[in-house]
């Protein structure tokens, strides 16, 4: 479960929102530039805001009133940006491994598992240079799970993806939905990504919620406004 209220002024936005939300995976979406990586830079701590307030599964990781902000590392997120963000000098599975040892919590049976569902046992020896760009974020989303975060943020994940690559990732992460438990935060703005993993979808528009909806009255939503653009076209035709 996530609750939060976050008010904050960048240069170009004004970001109020409020939202609670108990879904497993629960997407932000919207136009870019609407706020949604602001939302999860608070959730994560990399970014402070003026005035808010974040609790998760009951711990309370802000609270500007009261002065309150957990550091980074004691927040247990695990983030996966958009360019996925490996170290360049060490190989794919140092890069996996390191999500562990930074968190002292080495466990083989939990490397092997994760290495298994993302389908990386044949890119453990290589650097991340010589990876394509699904692969990269393949690694990105294993070492984030290696972490053992209370919750994922992925930053939209399948930016810049060619359609195969894409695909692969997408069908990765729907895997993963399956057979791990874990709290997800997903950013984007294709609809397809929504439908394919999450549960809930929050709509953002200019830094504000314009709607909080079910994932199946979303997609109901798009199917009527495609239906409502096909007739206006055949009518115009």
Known sequence: MIELALRHALADLDIDVSLRSDARTLALFGNSGAGKTSILHAIAGLLVPQAGRVMLDGELLLDTARGVSLPIAQRRIGYVFQDGRLFPHLSVRHNLAYGATARDIA????????????????????????????????VAIGRALLSHPRALLLDEPLTGLHAEARTQVLDHLRRLKRELRVFTVLVTHHADEVGALADEVVRIDAGRVVRQVPVAEFLARRAAVERGLRAEGRTEG
């Open 107 to 138: 466990q083989p049976r939990e490397f092997s598992t994760i290495v298994e569902l993302l389908e990386l046992a044949p890119l453990l020896e290589r650097r991340p240079h010589t990876l394509s760009g699904g692969e990269r974020q393949r």
